[in-house]
């Protein structure tokens, strides 16, 4: 029958049907993976994407190169995969920020719901909210009594409009109910300083920025995002005990491959790269920096960034959040 079938084609199109057969029965990965990550090396997503790409060329036997595209708030890598041939041999590294991306930047180059899918998260980072001593509080409840008498007066700042540190603010403010004035800057170590002047006021960051400060007594922790208490701060009560459930943000790092990646390759990436995070050296890296595991299938993982598409879009659609 294949025969038959191939003596109606063409030399040329004989050649492309054999081709293309070989290609579908070529093992994977045969070639190099490129792993984009769209922020600046050094960054938190950046060193958990490397702590764990770092382990894939050995156990699957090929090359895998980072390669760093920063820019517009990550979209711009983002974009790079998105287009890129749906075979899995180029992913991306992305933040929780890629479900805020469709509102704060206008005409996206990708589609957030349906280009890209999940292959695995590597982790969830909680933050801490903290607060200037400069201004006598020591409880979560204390900083909602604040805000509510001085409405509008107090200033919280962020490491840029979209960012881990906005949105998590972004969220405490609309479950609490109370009133601040975004002040976005450049990064962590900025708006601890700012905060420690008392030139603003509150915030949130991730754990491992704020702890030295913390511990040092510059800074007051008042809560922590996670659903537990996190080992570096047991002293200090998670949201929900603090009295405030619901303002959790879950700030994960994960991987993508492009949309129509067939699944048997997302499952086999995905296995490789939960067998990277389960080794003792990247554990440890992880648990240095506060991330907490986040064991997700690449199904379950595509669930949670469709709910967070939808319930993030929301929040900072009614919080009026648009890029500068």
Request: aromatic content about 6%.
């Amino acid at each position: 029958m294949v025969l038959r079938q191939l003596r109606l084609l063409t030399p040329g199109t004989v050649f492309l049907a054999l081709a293309s057969q070989v290609f579908a029965q070529e093992p994977f990965p045969s070639r190099t993976i490129k792993v984009i990550v769209p922020f600046t090396p050094g960054s938190v997503t950046d060193v958990m994407g490397r702590s764990v790409t770092d382990k894939l060329a050995a156990s699957l036997g090929q090359a895998v190169v980072v390669e760093n595209r920063p820019g517009a708030g990550g979209t711009i890598g983002i974009a790079q995969v998105a287009k890129s041939a749906p075979d899995g041999y180029t992913l991306v590294v992305v933040s929780a920020g890629y479900a805020v991306n469709p509102v704060i930047y206008e005409n996206l180059p990708y589609d957030s719901a349906k280009d890209l899918a999940g292959v695995i998260p590597l982790g969830n980072l909680p933050s801490v909210l903290f607060a200037s001593p400069a201004i006598g509080v020591k409880s979560v409840q204390e900083l909602i009594a604040l805000a509510k008498a001085k409405p509008g007066t107090l200033n919280y700042p962020s490491a840029g409009i979209g960012s881990a540190s906005h949105v998590n603010a972004e969220k405490f403010l609309a479950v609490t109910g109370i009133k601040a004035v975004h002040v976005p800057l450049k990064g962590a170590p900025e708006m601890i300083t700012e905060t420690m002047a008392g030139r603003t006021q509150f915030g949130t960051v991730g754990i491992s920025a704020a702890q030295s400060a913390i511990r040092d007594g510059r800074l007051i922790a008042l809560a922590v995002s996670g659903k537990k208490r996190a080992p570096n701060l047991p002293e200090v009560p998670t949201v929900a005990e603090a009295g405030v459930p619901g303002a959790e943000f879950n700030f994960w790092i994960g991987v993508l491959a492009p949309g129509q990646t067939p699944r048997p390759i997302i499952h086999k990436l995905h296995a490789e790269f939960d067998r990277a995070l389960q080794s003792p050296d990247v554990r440890d890296r992880h648990a240095k920096l506060g991330a907490d595991p986040m064991p997700m299938s690449p199904e379950q993982f595509d669930a949670q960034m469709r709910e967070d598409l939808a319930t993030l879009g929301g929040l900072l659609r009614a919080a009026g959040v648009k890029a500068n």
